[in-house]
Every structure is written in structure tokens, then in C-alpha cells.
């Protein structure tokens, strides 16, 4: 039994508290600055306004100025921040650390340097302070979903395989199902791309829709069919498209110098699978494929956190940026290239299909 | 422009007239003696009783009778029977074919023999024939969406280069995208085991179903959400399993001898992703996570063919033997292993997790 510190109230971070928990670890949930009504509400009535769930006594919620004890006798610290709170996290939470603490990172992104250079975030992190250990997650778990204790099966990963092996100990239950690699841009580069391309794959949906008259923002579910909304599915475009997905992450992996055979696994096959269903980055690409501009996109999803929107436009940029280094050839990510364009030059949507697929 | 000549008017064989029509060619559809009612019905009023669409009068319909004509003036015959009427292609149709014909395989499946070999249809068929050119297709269609004009991409695939690209170009459309490639094994294991592995991952949604309270054959939909049936989706077992499948079908690509690339392309992530959505496997795999056994679920289905059946009882039979003679090891296929012994064995679904995920 330890104690366990996770920084970051939301949905991930809370949700992976049952785990945690369920080990016999004594847990406390530290909200960011951000998270404040998220932990007066877990406070006052137990209940998470996200998560939709009411979260057990044994779960101490802090705010955020409560953090230094929190994480001073934690030897384990959650990261549990979107990939937009990195800095932050990096800046406000790693220097507070105990040397030897293992930091276990949730948060799924890439950071991105102007040589091309695309650097997981644990690496980031570990280039920071030396004295501390990383584990970072990856792999398909929707967070309510394993806070009700569905089985769900993950990578753990991190430099040091004894301290994976040591995490996965830890947090494994007969429900959360953990594997252990040192394999980190193989997962990592996995998990942050699959928020990418599944943008790509509801690309098809926004399509099959547009295709019955719906151009608008209208009848945005949340967790829908894929499919077009007559019932009348359509799939081989969004199978299509979920192979080109992992087609591409399996060139960037490969790319990357991480081990390819994780875009048929865990981290690219697996997490897209969940992705594509659901969520925000299922309704902008629905809405895109509709013919919406990303521009009016914007609007409708105001408020909305877009990872999606962040990984493509980074990875985009690197990509070219190598290609021009003579390391790749665009040719092999015309599907990121292509949601580039329809992000950062409001292009509408235009597959180009003979571009894609395998080249023998 | 060519004569093409389709053997089998199943809802496959009949799907392909629409790009094979589009390019211009003179398509006749040969019903074999299971699909007379078919025949009879599109001769009569065009309408496709299975597939549920009106065919085009450019399509010639005949009956199994006038086959010999219908071969002998086709340079290119597509076989569209079911794997289980490979037997049958091969001992009637193969002889009547002319030196030089190319003949086109949309049927998924593996042969296998007593010393654990396991080989794809379209070396089986060039075996019996070296003077014929063989092509087979592999990848995500479904029939009526291909009829319909939807974008459709998969692999052509046959040991010659020049052949399959000859037919890339005779077949392709602005909406059906054929990516030509020698490596049947990996192209052809993909199709084969995905029709297996739709079953593993329905397993999940049987098993959620179960919770609640859903045992027995009722609202058994055809093309369903995947998830529990009070929409409140349960994805994280479903993923865990569709990465599962896409590791096995790696694995087992690379055993025979392929590129394993194909794990997380058309032909197996890919189709994986539309054979999971609805159709007979999905059914099957339901009812089993239901908790009814597989004697039962056969009553249910009676009258289904079950290629799933098949070919996971053929692939653990072949991996067993291969593993016997130290060529693999049965560790490598836990979740194969398990349906073999549901579907042969009437063994319950119970998923041994822990044995799951890759082995570092």
C-alpha cells in the first residue's frame, strides 16, 4: 500500500482512481486551477459533474493549494492533466517531487521542436529531472468505463522496464489489465496520433451524413452509430479510413525509431477503435465531413479541449519538416497531411483516395 | 473492354458487377445450383433478393446450366462463391477454363492439411491450374455498399505483379480503390482470420449484454451499435479484443510466411473494423458472450453459414500442430484458442485476460 497523488480532477485522471484504489493505495485527487468546481462538487456531494459518478469517501479531493503535501509523501504522482496542462505540469508539479518519485503519466501528446524532432512526453519530462521515474499509459480506456471496472487492457511504458513492472504491480487488478514495454514512442506516439486519425475516420461519417442532407451542426450525438442516420450504414469509407490510420501511424512509429508492430495493437488498432465512437474529436470530424468549414466548426464546438486539432497541426509540421530533411516523404501521411489543410487552411474536405493505401 | 464472367450470384459475386459494369465490361452472373431462386428472381424483375437492390439489365443472369458459354468467352472469371464452394470452383469450374484465363477470387479462407500447412485459396487454385493467372481480393467491402457506389478500398493481391496490376486497371473506379500487391499470404490470412476474430471481439458485446440480463437469442440486431443495448456503451473490453485479434492475426501473418504490415491495413484491422459492425459472425460471437452455448447457438442460427466456424476450427487445428513441431507456440493465440474450444469443445466464454497483449 502507497500513497497515490494524481494531479488533474477530470474524467481521466479520476476515473483511473478506482484502480488505484481497488489496490489498496490511499488516493488523493488534486485538482488543477482548472478543475475547481470539479473538486467542490467531489467535496460537497461526492458526485464528479463529468465523470458522472459518485466517487468513493476513501478518494481524499484537494485543491489545487493543497498539492505540496499532497505530493510530498506520495511516492507515486499521477499526471492526469490534457496535454494542454504539459507546461504547466512541468513548470508547477515536477519540481515539487521527492527524488525517486514515479511520475505515472496519463496525458497522451507529443511535444514538437523546430528540427522536426517529435519527443513523447515522458521523455520531455524525464529530460527535466533525471532523479525522478516515468510510466506513461497508453491504450483504448474509456475513463467511466474503467471506473466501473470494465476490463480494459493497456500498455504501460517507460525507460526503465522494473519500474514499469513495479508500477504495473501496483495498479493491475482483475479488471485493468496492464503490459509492460520500454517501448515509449511505440505507445506513446500510438495513443497521441489515434486522437489524429480519428478525426480521419468520422471524416466518413460527416460524409455519409452530408450525402442525406445534413450540412449543419444539427443531430450531433455523442455516442452514435457509425454510420449514416437513415440506419442505412455506411462503412467501407470509415474502414477504409481506419486502415489509412493505422497504415500512417505505423510509417510515423516506424518513422519515429519505436516499434511498428504497436499500430496492430494496444496503442493505434485498439485506442482508435474506442475513439471513433465517440467524443470530441468523433463530432469534429462528423462536422467537417458534413462540409463545415473548421472555421464554423470552431464555433459550434467552442469551449470544446481539441487535442485532435493540436497533434495534427504538430505532427503535420514535423512531418514536413523532415520530409524536407530527405527522412520521409509526404506521400506516406496524405490523410494527416489532408486534415492539416482542413484545419490550418480551412480546406474543405477532399479525400484523395488513390493516394492512399499501401505502396508495393 | 472484356467479357467478365461472374461464378456465384451470392450478394458478393453480384456486389462486384457494379465497378466491373462501370468500366465498361460485358458481365454476365452465373448462379451455381445453391443460388437458382436468385437467379430466377433478378431474370424475372431484377431485384436481388439478398442483396436488396434492382440489377442493371447490362448484367447477364444464368443459370448454373449455360456456365460452359459463359466461361468460354470471359478472359476474366471472378469466383464469388463461399469458401465453402471452393471445393465445388475447383472440381467444375476450374476445368472449364481456358489456357490464359485470370481468374478473380473474392472468397475469404485457408486450406489446410494434416501437417499443420495452412494455405491460401489462391495458391491452392493455382496448383490445380498453372496455366490460368490467379487474382484474389482482400480488404473491407461490404457487397451493397460497393453496389451502391460507396468508396470501397482493398487489396488485390496474386503472385504475379503484372496480372493483378492488369486487373487493378480493368476493375477500378473513381469509387473502388485497389491497391495491388504479390503477398497473398498476408493479404489472404488477413480476410481469412478477420471473419474468425469478428467473432472474438462480438464475444464482448455478448458479455455486456449479459450483465444485463440478456441471455437468451432475443434482439439479436443485424447491424447494432456496438455496445450494451441501454446505450450506455461498453467499448474498453470490445477494444481490448479488436487489439487482441489485430496482435493474433500479426502473429499468425508472420508465421506463414507474411508481411505482418498487413495487421494494421486493409486486410486485417480493416475489414476487422466492418466485419464487427453486423452479419452473421457478429450474431454468433453475440449470442456465445451471452452465455449460450454453442450447441444452442447453432439452433438459433440454423441455416447460417458460419465461416467463422470453419476457419477458426481449421487455424487452431494447423497453429496445434504447429506448435506441436515447434514452429510456434500456443501462447501466442490465446484468444484463437479459447473460440476453438467454445465453438468445438461447447466450452463456456471465459477470457483469460491475463494471457492477452504482447509478450516483451
Redesign the interface.
Known sequence: MSNVTIIGAGMMGTGITRPILDNGHRVRLVGTHLDRELIDSVKMTRLHPTLHRQIPEEVQALQIEDVDAAVAEAPIVVCGVSSFGIPWFAENIIPKLNPGTTVVSITKGLNSYPDGRLEPFPYYLESLRSDLNFVAVG????CF??FDR????V?YCGSN?DKVKEIKAQFETGYY?I?????VIGVEAGVAMKNAYAMGVSL?VGLAEREKGITDASHITD?C???APD?N????????L???S??E??RLIELLGGN??F????P????L??TV??GRTRRLGTLLGRGMPYTEVKKVLSGVTLEAVAIITRVAEAVRIKAKKGETELKYFPLLIHMDSILNQDQPVN?D??A???F?
Open positions: 491504450g483504448p480506456c474509456i468505463e474503467l470494465r476490463h480494459t487492457m500498455c522496464m489489465h503490459y509492460p514495454t520500454t517501448d466518413a455516442n452509430v457509425p454510420g440506419l450504414p455506411i462503412y467501407n469509407p470509415q474502414a477504409a481506419f486502415a489509412q493505422c497504415i501511424m505505423r511498428k508492430d499500430a496492430s495493437g494496444l493505434c488498432a485498439g485506442d477503435y474506442v465512437f465517440g479525400l483516395w488513390k492512399f493505401g499501401e508495393y
